[in-house]
């Protein structure tokens, strides 16, 4: 343990990253408000999308953080701290949501009375999807995942003075209690802001279709921060590419549980052909949009498939650096597949590329913010030993 | 087991997955080349320190996993499109989205299977059971909870001093020479495992036959046999005479049952008058019931086109003047008497049915040999075509 310790020195993120973190956020705050003064209703779905967007990497990561504890994974503690870094997010979710809440009346089709009165099937689901509520479920869940992630890194972080093992089993404990509570709550979200967008359609797997999105994108993120700072000596010098293989490896899977549950989605509702269901298929079926349909299956799951397929390509630095960008950019298209055809007479346009410009700023400065206060090594978890010792069999 | 005098091979056995580690980097870098690592649960790191090559098992799975896609697709492909084509739930023939579950558990069921038989035969030997590694107090040790390296003696740089020497400074826990088994054979003949052989062979039949024979007969496993009443054929202690199935009594008929006077003759002298009017309700129940009992041998449109054709005594069309110039009568004689290979449809379609379908007979007749004066009725708008 003790020299576990003496190997890791921290050294400070350089200056750099931040600008980039400000210039990119800046370009797409201004990005933004030129296309507020363009078209408001547009700037306001680009601003969906980013929220989702930061939301699906937040919560991710969060959930990959439980995984370890509650797996009792030890390859992963050595860059645990990335992944805390990214959930990080999940504390500025209750600033970033305001401006959604504010015009609940222009993205939801279901938060217009004239609407729901004459709509039996809204009026149906008006006991749940009415804006009082709604507001009531959006922060009850944000507060409950701010919970979460407070008493996580709190104790990781005291762990890094104190050495104290008993940190480790609370923090299990806390991860279990976390998994199915992130079950119901990812399900709620994804319901109401993704789903509602079209209230007239039904999917019960919608929950999972999005569960299975962020973790992919989270993996992704991690993966790319994982491997730049490994490669600039942020990390801890005995991390090998072994740690590497098994991000890939997760990755592989995960791009394969996204493709399971897209498929699924699909081939139930085309196999039952209801109308109250399929529409939503066939609208992203025309119209142009099936272009975009078949973009998400070649660069969400036949591309990463590949490229990730054999056992080098799992741990080359390289490759893994190249296939998380490509997955971030599909999980760009995934939320734009999710969102837009639900609006008439919105087809692609440069204005859309601010959601990437907001995202990748905002998780920039979250991440130098968060890089400053702890190490990025958990130098003080006893499986930190055991988990540099990892190597693929 | 017997031995030869001849080494086989020198066996160490070590005391922690480090020392392993260590154990196998410092014999690879040695430089033999014919040894092995036994140990109780895999080791990470231990390829890398073997320094052996990527293991060839993957191209099997990869083969046989791409061919089981191929074959899955192409199988359903000419079953369900060209072989035998349904339309099932309105599905197109060939459905793709509904054949990838299946392409995928078959690429999965030759992927899996091939890597495991693949491993057994290619890569272990099987059957192999008289390994002379077998039986020794080495695999004995690391399948419990030591760590075993073995340099075989067939290694172009095997001697007994060296590798004595290498193990020791490594730390061996325990170093056992191991000899050749006697000649390696076979026994199928073996007592034992003829005994063994018996034995599976007996407990499964046996508990087949009490499943099938015993269990399956005692409650409560036999509730839904046995249900308080009659089956056909069976004998019933209720009745006097013991059948199950009763006879009608002599004189009477069944409820709602019409005797039908010229069952059985071929050319009845008189056939019935048709009691009904062709009335919408009447043609659209001649139609359905047409098109659910004569259309698959006479064709949709009694055209005698039907996907029957050349598969059977050819049905006839229904549009020849002699089946134009049958009476209502001999339609309904011939649908409740059959003719020739013709069954009679007695059974299945009720009198009433019968009658409609010999109303819908007529209409498709006359639309087929429309006259003149129907089409003037079309224009005038007395007929109304699309009905």
Redesign the interface.
């Given at each position: 343990m003790q020299q576990t310790n003496l190997e890791y020195h921290k050294k400070e993120l350089p200056k750099k990253l931040e600008q980039t973190g400000w210039i990119i956020f800046g370009a797409g705050v201004i990005l933004a408000v030129l296309g507020f003064a363009l078209d408001q209703h547009r700037a306001l779905l680009n601003y969906l999308m980013a929220y989702m967007f930061i939301l699906s990497i937040g919560i991710g990561s969060l959930l990959l953080i439980a995984l370890e504890y509650v797996g009792g994974a030890d390859w992963s503690v050595p860059i645990r701290r990335v992944v805390e870094f990214l959930a990080a997010i999940i504390i500025l979710l209750p600033l970033l949501v305001l401006p959604l809440v504010l015009n609940i009346h222009d993205i939801f089709h279901w938060a217009h009375d004239e609407a729901v009165n004459t709509d039996t099937l809204l009026k149906g689901k008006s006991p749940y999807l009415n804006i009082t509520f709604f507001i009531i479920r959006v922060f009850a869940i944000l507060a409950i995942w701010g919970l979460f992630y407070y008493l996580l890194i709190r104790n990781s972080n005291a762990q890094d003075k104190t050495h104290d093992q008993f940190l480790t089993k609370k923090n299990i404990i806390l991860s279990a209690i976390f998994i199915p509570v992130f079950a119901i709550t990812i399900t709620l979200t994804s319901v109401d802001w993704l789903m509602s967008l079209e209230p007239h359609w039904f999917s019960t797997i919608f929950g999972v279709y999005f569960f299975a999105s962020s973790v992919v994108a989270s993996l992704a993120a991690v993966t790319l921060f994982v491997v730049k700072l490994k490669e600039n000596g942020y990390l801890h010098p005995k991390l090998v590419d072994d740690h590497l293989f098994s991000l890939g490896a997760l990755q592989f899977a995960f791009i394969n549980f996204w493709a399971y549950i897209a498929f699924s989605q699909y081939l139930l509702i085309w196999y039952a052909n209801l109308p109250e269901e399929n529409f939503w298929f066939l609208h992203r079926w025309q119209h142009g949009w099936e272009f975009l349909s078949l973009l998400l299956i070649v660069t969400h799951f036949i591309v990463p498939y590949a490229a990730l397929l054999s056992q080098p390509a799992k741990m080359d630095p390289k490759r893994l650096k190249f296939i998380s960008i490509w997955i971030l950019c599909a999980h760009f298209i995934d939320i734009y597949w999710l969102v837009m055809p639900n609006f008439e007479g919105y087809y692609f346009s440069l204005i859309d590329l601010v959601v990437p410009l907001l995202v990748i700023g905002v998780i920039i400065l979250i991440f130098n913010y968060r890089s400053k206060k702890s190490n990025l090594v958990p130098i003080g978890d006893p499986k930190l030993q055991k988990g540099l010792d990892f190597r693929v069999p | 087991m017997k031995r030869t005098n001849e080494l086989f091979a020198i066996a160490a056995t070590f005391n922690s997955p480090n020392d392993i580690i260590n154990a196998a980097k410092s014999i690879a870098e040695a430089g033999y080349k014919n040894f092995d690592i036994n140990t109780p649960y895999?080791?990470?790191?231990?390829?890398?320190a073997m320094q052996l090559k990527?293991s060839k098992l993957?191209y099997i799975t990869l083969t046989f996993g791409l061919s089981g896609a191929v074959f899955a697709l192409l199988f359903m492909w000419w079953t369900m499109s060209i072989d035998y084509p349904q339309i099932i739930?309105?599905?197109p023939f060939f459905a793709l989205?509904?054949f990838?579950?299946v392409t995928f558990e078959v690429t999965v069921l030759l992927a899996t299977l091939s890597t495991v038989i693949g491993l057994l035969t290619f890569i272990f030997g099987f059957p192999h059971n008289k390994h002379s590694l077998h039986d020794t107090n080495y695999m004995k040790k690391v399948s419990a909870d030591k760590f075993g390296a073995v340099i075989y003696a067939d290694d172009s740089m095997f001697s007994q001093t060296n590798i004595n020497e290498l193990f020791t400074t490594l730390k061996a826990e325990s170093i056992e020479f191991i000899y050749h088994n006697e000649k390696e054979s076979y026994p199928i003949f073996e007592p034992k495992f003829l005994t063994f052989l018996l034995a599976v062979a007996l407990v499964t039949s046996g508990g087949t036959y009490f499943i099938l024979n015993k269990l399956l007969f005692m409650e409560p496993f036999s509730w839904m046999a046995y249900q308080d009443k009659t089956n056909a054929q069976e004998k019933s202690d209720f009745f006097a005479d013991q059948y199950g199935m009763r006879q009608k009594v002599e004189g009477t008929v069944a409820r709602g049952y019409m005797p039908y006077p010229y069952m059985g003759q071929v050319n009845p002298p008189q056939t019935l008058a048709n009691p009904f009017l062709p009335t919408k309700e009447n043609l659209k129940l001649g139609q359905a019931k047409y098109l659910t009992f004569c259309s698959p041998c006479h064709g949709n449109f009694a055209d005698g086109d039907s996907r029957m054709n050349g598969q059977f005594p050819n049905p006839p069309t229904l549009h020849s003047t002699r089946a134009r110039d049958f009476s209502d009568g001999m339609i309904y004689h011939i649908i409740t008497n059959g003719q020739n290979v013709m069954p009679s449809y007695a059974a299945q379609i009720t009198r009433e049915e019968r009658w409609a379908i010999v109303n819908y007979v007529r209409v498709l007749q006359r639309a087929k040999n429309a006259k003149d004066s129907d089409i003037e009725l079309i224009q005038k708008g007395l007929i109304n075509a699309a009905n």
């Open positions: - | 895999p080791v990470h790191g231990m390829d890398k990527p993957g739930g309105g599905k989205p509904a990838i579950p």
